[in-house]
């Protein structure tokens, strides 16, 4: 990529893919989309960054004809047009690939993209054609009689590119493609953005990860707080830091630690801990830990492999195979839940709509969910409502949860309330041991700053912490040690002060070293 | 509760009027199609409803509709679907019937061994559908309804002259042995019934079940686990829930419950359990612990309700108006108030939210403020 | 807030105008309350029990003989229904109502109200109450309809054995209730009777307090089609509804079978029509008819009063003639001696 066919492609442009002037889109009480104005040049990749929460899901919605915008206008190729649905949209040439994969696991590559569109090419030997076809104009490497099962992430995106042009779009939308991705997968999916656009196709990439947008658009336009800040702003004259800016309108925190408060002390201590699924593959594999007091220990690894089941695990939600878990020495391997949460071990979910909250309960109830046999929340078989609203109050306060009150529920709090309180409540009652998965994911700056912030000093104050987390600088930035699991094995460590996020990300996908062997399933 | 509590009370309460109105509609639309004019019909039903025999009617018809919804609502506010209520009562009454017509003990006495032989009987039923639901991995619904069946074969089976079984001469009226005097219990007299239209006298029991209820649930560490579990069963586990230990521990409790069902009608007036013991109980108590929303104020009102329409509609075949047409008011009662409650409860979701957006925005240009 | 007002404001109006509109037409109702008495013209209340008018047999017979009563004596009539799983109050209730409301006599049919009459009769002395098929309430003011089912079943019992080729026949019950026993012993005596050799397939649907048995063809059918297949060639029932399921198997056995309560050659389908023998009737309608006549007399009488054969109480059909004919003769002299107490039917 380089300035000068940016240039070219810039004199040769006609009508902007696609314009939206004015787009407002109210919902009750969260934060939508107000004036948004957006030019999208045909041929180019179009970068749309905010942080969390900002509107980028709700613009991208409009754009995709998932509801329709209560004011404004979009022209799409210079035509002014109202999306009533996607197949509104698919049939004027826009195409949308979800954060989250929409394919059936159990058919192949051929048949996920057909499926629900056998009028275009029919289901045999044409559509095989035309996929082939599209496959290989773009550069994508897709065998289309493979199931898709058998494909790794980097696959099934592609396999969802492919569904959308084979549709026949020409704009695609791309909502946080990256999110799911380690970096050399991220690489190999920028290599097919730019297939794309050579051939003529407009890319709209949404993200709120500043050095990607940075080295694969071609224009970006940053949202905050439901409305555009800046429209076409050109990559090359900008650096991460100043696109960080606008975005949050303030400086980014970073996640760091000061010095060591590690102590020889084990907390922790998982000994060849094995947990089995239901077909009897091991998805935690004899892995052994220890994590001391003021220690907090980084579990890096893609999605999926093991480290939810380790956390069941530690938690007693689901029953290891074989191994020992000790927590201040004593064993409590066959401890429940309960007895575990009792002794001081703290949990913040990896989904707290899931695990860490009742959302139609209001926050004082939450605040005594998982501590329902400690005090302040009970006395004897009752429920100390006095002790856990006055409790409630105080991690409102101290942990800065924006809310009218304490009896409004959960659901009404936007996700970075939800997670400050969740954290507040884990870290009440002096836990010992504090689980902490993706503690930041899907909150914003603000609160990001705050909860690392109170795990550091946490762990100041002699916590061990388990983190886990998909954004490798937050997991290089705040861990003491580094452990990498790849199949639910830990297959090596790093140290957090040298590493660099493509080095954790290679071993992460067991490009490299020992893990090369188990590389094969990966084709 | 915690709807209650989300969405203005005022609201709740017109949401229950607008569901009330709404089914009077319906109900005047198809009586006026049917030829009858829906005023003077419920007026009529109004009259007749409120004499003194009538109210002690529908009194005692709702202590044990209040009792059904209850033992109903238990496994409802962890979402376990006892549909086996109806089973777990009828075995209570016949078995604690059967025992206390086999012998007499002291007043007082005996009226506790059947009130406890009941609640262990019902415990036992549902327990099967607990354990079945935790060890197999059968859905309750499925199994309880099944036990109903069975229930209904084992009850025919006990109850054959040779067994538990007794006939009246000259009847062909069968069921167990009657209890002895000892053990009833006397109704309260209601100001201006006729004689021997009293009150079952276990409308005290009803009462200190539905506080009972409300205490446990709301008040106690059990209750919030309950109610967690109900809410999020995930979310419950992850906060040290045992998840099999409340199913059927829960299950047990909503069968005793189920147990004391049948005995008011039991202790206060049958005093055996025949053929003219009232059955279905159960499934009824489904559709009133839904009106009333598990709550035990709202069941109380639900199955009084109900018991009204239940009792005047006998005025209407008096009148040769079909009495289906109250089916269809509680049809419609039910219907409605479903929809109704759901709106409520999305307004009180988007007024709550609103609220929180108002108050970060607050926060934030205050922030701003201090900033410049 | 003010959306839902505005719903619910909506939905008063609406109601309102339902009101309105139907104020003009429809049938005025009354409460029920002191309506009575005004006028001397004697009314007559009926409670029916589950399933009411329409049952095409005893609930249908009741009402016969109330209508003859409309006619015959001029006077009013009311029958209430009853509901479903009802606890016995609700019967207390519809036995009150009709008492209260002016309503003497009042006819209570089927056992179900014996518990509910034994408590209203005291209440009302001066009212006549009857009930059909009970004899264990006992009062001065209660007549108990009761019938010689035995005596009926003796004869069809007789017939079913001179119809059959196999010498081998069936009864299948609905309930085994004592009631349904008689109806069993009687056929049994009737059939040993003529061939005291015979086989005899006896089957009950349910038992106790299951009283699914009386209200379910499929397995009413499934029971006649194993005993068809074991030799039997007659089959009797005292099944109420489940004895359609018989007249499906014998239609499609092209065996014979044999009726109960009312004339079912009468409203059986075509094909089951002329492999209907005979019924054995019992006369709801004439005890119901009787009783009213008696009270409207003075001459009624509390205690139990039994239909039998020889006052025409319970009988066979001979709408089949066909198939009845023949037999007529020797089910006639059967009869005679029953009447005369030369033979005596077990009850049991």
């Given at each position: 990529m380089s300035t000068t066919t940016r240039a070219t492609e810039r004199a040769e442009q006609?009508?902007?893919?696609f314009e939206l002037r004015g787009i407002t889109k109210r919902f009750p009480g969260v934060v939508a989309n107000r004036d948004i104005d957006l030019t999208v040049r045909a041929g180019t990749v179009h970068a749309i960054v905010g942080e969390n929460g900002a509107g980028k899901s709700t613009l991208m919605k409009t754009l995709y004809g998932m509801h329709k915008p209560d004011e404004g206008t979009i022209r799409i190729n210079g035509e002014q047009v109202t999306l009533n649905s996607p197949s509104d949209a698919i049939a004027r040439g826009v195409g949308m690939v979800h954060q989250h994969f929409m394919l059936a696991?159990?058919?192949t590559v051929l048949e996920n993209v057909v499926l629900g569109a056998?009028?275009?090419?029919?289901?045999?030997g044409r559509a095989r054609k035309k996929i082939v076809e599209l496959a290989r104009k773009f550069g994508m490497r897709l065998?289309?009689?493979?199931?898709?099962?058998?494909?790794g992430v980097g696959d099934r995106q592609r396999v969802e590119i492919l569904k959308v042009l084979y549709r026949g779009a020409k704009i695609i939308i791309l909502d946080e493609?990256?999110?799911?991705?380690v970096p050399q997968e991220v690489e190999e999916l920028f290599g097919n953005l730019r297939e794309l656009k050579r051939e003529g196709l407009t890319v709209l990439f949404i993200s709120h990860k500043l050095d990607e947008v940075l080295s694969i658009s071609d224009t970006i336009t940053v949202i905050r707080r439901g409305t555009?800040?800046?429209?076409?702003?050109?990559?090359?004259?900008?650096?991460a830091r100043e696109l960080a800016q606008l975005m949050v309108g303030s400086e980014l925190p970073v996640p760091e630690l000061r010095e060591s408060t590690v102590?020889?002390?084990?907390v922790l201590e998982i000994r060849n801990l094995t947990v089995r699924d239901a077909t009897g593959r091991?998805?935690?594999?004899?892995v052994t830990l220890t994590i001391h007091a003021g220690e907090i220990l980084g579990i890096a690894g893609v999605?999926?492999?093991?480290q939810a089941e380790l956390v069941e695990a530690i938690m007693g939600m689901r029953a290891p195979d074989s191994g020992t878990v000790a927590l201040d020495g004593a064993?409590?391997?066959?401890?429940e839940t309960r007895r575990r949460r009792e002794r001081g071990v703290g949990f913040i979910p990896e989904d707290r709509h899931r695990h860490g909250?009742?959302?139609?309960?209001s926050l004082w109830e939450n605040r005594v969910?998982?501590?329902?046999?400690r005090k302040p929340n009970v006395k004897g078989p009752w429920i100390d409502r006095a002790g856990a609203r006055r409790d409630t109050e105080r991690i409102v306060r101290d942990y800065d949860?924006?809310?009218?009150?304490?009896?409004?529920?959960?659901?009404?709090?936007s996700g970075g309330n939800q997670q400050k309180l969740i954290v507040g409540r884990e870290m009440?009652?002096?836990?010992?041991f504090l689980i902490a998965a993706?503690?930041?994911?899907?909150?914003d700056v603000g609160a990001q700053a705050a909860i690392w912030d109170h795990l550091r000093d946490a762990r100041a104050e002699g916590l061990a912490v388990l983190l886990i987390s998909a954004d490798l600088d937050e997991l290089i930035g705040m861990s003491d040690t580094l452990r990498v699991i790849l199949r639910g094995r830990i297959v090596g460590e790093a140290d957090p002060a040298t590493v660099t996020p493509e080095e954790l990300g290679s071993a992460m996908t067991g490009a490299q070293g020992a893990a090369d062997r188990d590389r094969e399933e990966g084709r | 509760m915690n709807r209650l509590k989300t969405s203005p009370l005022a609201l709740t309460l017109l949401a229950a009027l607008a569901a009330l109105v709404f089914s009077i509609v319906i109900t005047s639309i198809v009586l006026s199609i049917s030829g009858f004019n829906p005023p003077s019909t419920f007026q009529a039903m109004v009259d007749y409803g409120t004499q003194p025999d009538s109210l002690v009617n529908i009194i005692n018809k709702g202590t044990m509709y209040f009792l059904a919804a209850i033992a109903v609502a238990i496994g409802f506010r962890m979402n376990?679907?006892?549909?086996g209520v109806d089973g777990q009562y009828r075995m209570a009454a016949m078995l604690a019937a059967a025992l206390g017509g086999a012998f007499a003990l002291p007043p007082g006495l005996h009226q506790i061994v059947i009130l406890l032989a009941a609640m262990a009987v019902g415990a036992a039923w549902a327990g099967i559908v607990g354990v079945l639901k935790v060890t197999?991995?059968?859905?309750e619904v499925i199994s309880s309804i099944m036990l109903n069946f069975i229930a209904t074969g084992i009850i025919a089976y006990l109850i054959q002259t040779d067994r538990l079984g007794y006939q009246p001469e000259g009847s062909d009226s069968i069921g167990t042995h009657p209890i002895a005097e000892s053990g009833w219990i006397p109704g309260i007299p209601f100001p201006?019934?006729?004689?021997?239209?009293e009150v079952y006298g276990l409308i005290v029991l009803a009462v200190i079940v539905g506080i009972a209820f409300h205490v446990v649930i709301n008040r106690t560490r059990f209750g919030f686990d309950l109610r967690a579990t109900g809410l999020s069963a995930s979310a419950a586990v992850a906060s040290g829930v045992n998840a099999r230990r409340m199913v059927v521990t829960t299950m047990l409790i909503s069968g005793a419950t189920a147990g004391l069902i049948g005995m008011p009608e039991l202790l206060g007036t049958a005093h055996s359990y025949s053929l003219q013991f009232p059955t279905g109980l159960g499934f009824l108590g489904i559709g009133i612990a839904l009106l009333g929303r598990n709550h035990p104020v709202g069941i109380t009102f639900a199955a009084l309700l109900w018991a009204f329409l239940d009792e005047s509609s006998q005025i209407l075949d008096f009148n040769?108006?079909?009495?289906e047409i109250v089916a269809i008011t509680q049809a419609a009662v039910l219907l409605s108030v479903v929809v109704v409650y759901e709106i409520v409860h999305r307004l009180g979701m988007r007024w709550q939210q609103q609220a929180v957006a108002a108050e970060l925005a607050a926060g934030a240009t205050k922030k701003a403020e201090v900033a410049s | 807030m003010r959306r839902a007002f505005k719903i619910s404001a909506v939905t008063l109006t609406s109601a309102m105008l339902a009101f309105g509109a139907s104020a003009c037409g429809g049938k005025k109702v009354e409460?029920?309350?002191?309506?009575?008495?005004?006028?001397?013209t004697v009314k007559v209340g009926l409670a029916y029990d589950?399933?009411?008018?329409?049952?095409?047999s005893f609930n249908d017979a009741a009402y016969a003989g109330l209508e003859k009563a409309k006619n015959d004596l001029n006077v009013d009539i009311k029958d209430l229904e009853a509901k479903k799983d009802e606890p016995e109050g609700d019967k207390v209730q519809r036995l009150e109502l009709l008492a209260k409301s002016g309503y003497n006599p009042v006819v209570a049919v089927g056992y179900a109200y014996a518990g509910a009459l034994g408590k209203v009769a005291k209440n009302y002395p001066n009212v006549k109450f009857a009930i059909v098929d009970d004899a264990s309430i006992k009062a001065d003011n209660v007549t108990n309809l009761v019938f010689a089912e035995e005596q009926g079943s003796f004869l069809v019992g007789a017939a079913a054995a001179l119809k059959s080729k196999t010498g081998h026949v069936g009864f299948i019950g609905g309930v085994d209730t004592p009631l349904i026993k008689k109806f069993e012993a009687g056929y049994v005596a009737g059939v040993k009777k003529v061939k005291p050799d015979a086989k005899i397939e006896i089957n009950y649907i349910s038992r106790g307090t299951d009283f699914s048995g009386f209200a379910d063809p499929a397995k009413g059918k499934t029971i006649a089609e194993g005993q068809y297949d074991k030799g039997a060639d007659v089959v009797y029932h005292a099944a109420g509804l489940s004895g359609v399921g018989l007249f499906q198997a014998a239609a499609a056995k092209k065996k014979y079978a044999i009726g109960v309560d009312s004339d079912q050659y009468l409203t059986a389908d075509a094909a089951a029509k002329p492999l209907i023998i005979t019924s054995m009737i019992k006369r709801v309608d004439t005890a119901v008819f009787n009783f009213v006549k008696q009270t409207s007399d003075g001459t009624v009488k509390g205690g139990p009063e039994t239909f039998d054969l020889k006052d025409d109480g319970v009988g066979y059909s001979t709408s089949n003639a066909a198939e009845i004919d023949p037999l007529k003769a020797k089910l006639d002299e059967f009869k005679q001696q029953i009447i005369d107490g030369k033979i005596t039917v077990p009850s049991k």
């Amino acid at each position: 990529m380089s300035t000068t066919t940016r240039a070219t492609e810039r004199a040769e442009q006609a009508a902007p893919a696609f314009e939206l002037r004015g787009i407002t889109k109210r919902f009750p009480g969260v934060v939508a989309n107000r004036d948004i104005d957006l030019t999208v040049r045909a041929g180019t990749v179009h970068a749309i960054v905010g942080e969390n929460g900002a509107g980028k899901s709700t613009l991208m919605k409009t754009l995709y004809g998932m509801h329709k915008p209560d004011e404004g206008t979009i022209r799409i190729n210079g035509e002014q047009v109202t999306l009533n649905s996607p197949s509104d949209a698919i049939a004027r040439g826009v195409g949308m690939v979800h954060q989250h994969f929409m394919l059936a696991d159990n058919l192949t590559v051929l048949e996920n993209v057909v499926l629900g569109a056998e009028k275009l090419y029919g289901i045999g030997g044409r559509a095989r054609k035309k996929i082939v076809e599209l496959a290989r104009k773009f550069g994508m490497r897709l065998d289309p009689d493979r199931l898709v099962e058998d494909l790794g992430v980097g696959d099934r995106q592609r396999v969802e590119i492919l569904k959308v042009l084979y549709r026949g779009a020409k704009i695609i939308i791309l909502d946080e493609p990256t999110a799911v991705l380690v970096p050399q997968e991220v690489e190999e999916l920028f290599g097919n953005l730019r297939e794309l656009k050579r051939e003529g196709l407009t890319v709209l990439f949404i993200s709120h990860k500043l050095d990607e947008v940075l080295s694969i658009s071609d224009t970006i336009t940053v949202i905050r707080r439901g409305t555009t800040v800046q429209d076409g702003i050109d990559p090359a004259a900008v650096n991460a830091r100043e696109l960080a800016q606008l975005m949050v309108g303030s400086e980014l925190p970073v996640p760091e630690l000061r010095e060591s408060t590690v102590t020889d002390r084990a907390v922790l201590e998982i000994r060849n801990l094995t947990v089995r699924d239901a077909t009897g593959r091991p998805v935690v594999d004899d892995v052994t830990l220890t994590i001391h007091a003021g220690e907090i220990l980084g579990i890096a690894g893609v999605e999926g492999n093991g480290q939810a089941e380790l956390v069941e695990a530690i938690m007693g939600m689901r029953a290891p195979d074989s191994g020992t878990v000790a927590l201040d020495g004593a064993d409590i391997t066959g401890w429940e839940t309960r007895r575990r949460r009792e002794r001081g071990v703290g949990f913040i979910p990896e989904d707290r709509h899931r695990h860490g909250l009742l959302l139609e309960s209001s926050l004082w109830e939450n605040r005594v969910l998982g501590h329902q046999t400690r005090k302040p929340n009970v006395k004897g078989p009752w429920i100390d409502r006095a002790g856990a609203r006055r409790d409630t109050e105080r991690i409102v306060r101290d942990y800065d949860v924006r809310t009218p009150g304490i009896d409004v529920s959960a659901a009404a709090l936007s996700g970075g309330n939800q997670q400050k309180l969740i954290v507040g409540r884990e870290m009440s009652g002096e836990p010992k041991f504090l689980i902490a998965a993706h503690p930041t994911r899907g909150v914003d700056v603000g609160a990001q700053a705050a909860i690392w912030d109170h795990l550091r000093d946490a762990r100041a104050e002699g916590l061990a912490v388990l983190l886990i987390s998909a954004d490798l600088d937050e997991l290089i930035g705040m861990s003491d040690t580094l452990r990498v699991i790849l199949r639910g094995r830990i297959v090596g460590e790093a140290d957090p002060a040298t590493v660099t996020p493509e080095e954790l990300g290679s071993a992460m996908t067991g490009a490299q070293g020992a893990a090369d062997r188990d590389r094969e399933e990966g084709r | 509760m915690n709807r209650l509590k989300t969405s203005p009370l005022a609201l709740t309460l017109l949401a229950a009027l607008a569901a009330l109105v709404f089914s009077i509609v319906i109900t005047s639309i198809v009586l006026s199609i049917s030829g009858f004019n829906p005023p003077s019909t419920f007026q009529a039903m109004v009259d007749y409803g409120t004499q003194p025999d009538s109210l002690v009617n529908i009194i005692n018809k709702g202590t044990m509709y209040f009792l059904a919804a209850i033992a109903v609502a238990i496994g409802f506010r962890m979402n376990l679907f006892n549909i086996g209520v109806d089973g777990q009562y009828r075995m209570a009454a016949m078995l604690a019937a059967a025992l206390g017509g086999a012998f007499a003990l002291p007043p007082g006495l005996h009226q506790i061994v059947i009130l406890l032989a009941a609640m262990a009987v019902g415990a036992a039923w549902a327990g099967i559908v607990g354990v079945l639901k935790v060890t197999r991995g059968v859905s309750e619904v499925i199994s309880s309804i099944m036990l109903n069946f069975i229930a209904t074969g084992i009850i025919a089976y006990l109850i054959q002259t040779d067994r538990l079984g007794y006939q009246p001469e000259g009847s062909d009226s069968i069921g167990t042995h009657p209890i002895a005097e000892s053990g009833w219990i006397p109704g309260i007299p209601f100001p201006g019934a006729r004689e021997g239209a009293e009150v079952y006298g276990l409308i005290v029991l009803a009462v200190i079940v539905g506080i009972a209820f409300h205490v446990v649930i709301n008040r106690t560490r059990f209750g919030f686990d309950l109610r967690a579990t109900g809410l999020s069963a995930s979310a419950a586990v992850a906060s040290g829930v045992n998840a099999r230990r409340m199913v059927v521990t829960t299950m047990l409790i909503s069968g005793a419950t189920a147990g004391l069902i049948g005995m008011p009608e039991l202790l206060g007036t049958a005093h055996s359990y025949s053929l003219q013991f009232p059955t279905g109980l159960g499934f009824l108590g489904i559709g009133i612990a839904l009106l009333g929303r598990n709550h035990p104020v709202g069941i109380t009102f639900a199955a009084l309700l109900w018991a009204f329409l239940d009792e005047s509609s006998q005025i209407l075949d008096f009148n040769d108006i079909p009495k289906e047409i109250v089916a269809i008011t509680q049809a419609a009662v039910l219907l409605s108030v479903v929809v109704v409650y759901e709106i409520v409860h999305r307004l009180g979701m988007r007024w709550q939210q609103q609220a929180v957006a108002a108050e970060l925005a607050a926060g934030a240009t205050k922030k701003a403020e201090v900033a410049s | 807030m003010r959306r839902a007002f505005k719903i619910s404001a909506v939905t008063l109006t609406s109601a309102m105008l339902a009101f309105g509109a139907s104020a003009c037409g429809g049938k005025k109702v009354e409460s029920g309350s002191g309506s009575g008495g005004g006028k001397k013209t004697v009314k007559v209340g009926l409670a029916y029990d589950i399933g009411g008018r329409g049952d095409k047999s005893f609930n249908d017979a009741a009402y016969a003989g109330l209508e003859k009563a409309k006619n015959d004596l001029n006077v009013d009539i009311k029958d209430l229904e009853a509901k479903k799983d009802e606890p016995e109050g609700d019967k207390v209730q519809r036995l009150e109502l009709l008492a209260k409301s002016g309503y003497n006599p009042v006819v209570a049919v089927g056992y179900a109200y014996a518990g509910a009459l034994g408590k209203v009769a005291k209440n009302y002395p001066n009212v006549k109450f009857a009930i059909v098929d009970d004899a264990s309430i006992k009062a001065d003011n209660v007549t108990n309809l009761v019938f010689a089912e035995e005596q009926g079943s003796f004869l069809v019992g007789a017939a079913a054995a001179l119809k059959s080729k196999t010498g081998h026949v069936g009864f299948i019950g609905g309930v085994d209730t004592p009631l349904i026993k008689k109806f069993e012993a009687g056929y049994v005596a009737g059939v040993k009777k003529v061939k005291p050799d015979a086989k005899i397939e006896i089957n009950y649907i349910s038992r106790g307090t299951d009283f699914s048995g009386f209200a379910d063809p499929a397995k009413g059918k499934t029971i006649a089609e194993g005993q068809y297949d074991k030799g039997a060639d007659v089959v009797y029932h005292a099944a109420g509804l489940s004895g359609v399921g018989l007249f499906q198997a014998a239609a499609a056995k092209k065996k014979y079978a044999i009726g109960v309560d009312s004339d079912q050659y009468l409203t059986a389908d075509a094909a089951a029509k002329p492999l209907i023998i005979t019924s054995m009737i019992k006369r709801v309608d004439t005890a119901v008819f009787n009783f009213v006549k008696q009270t409207s007399d003075g001459t009624v009488k509390g205690g139990p009063e039994t239909f039998d054969l020889k006052d025409d109480g319970v009988g066979y059909s001979t709408s089949n003639a066909a198939e009845i004919d023949p037999l007529k003769a020797k089910l006639d002299e059967f009869k005679q001696q029953i009447i005369d107490g030369k033979i005596t039917v077990p009850s049991k």
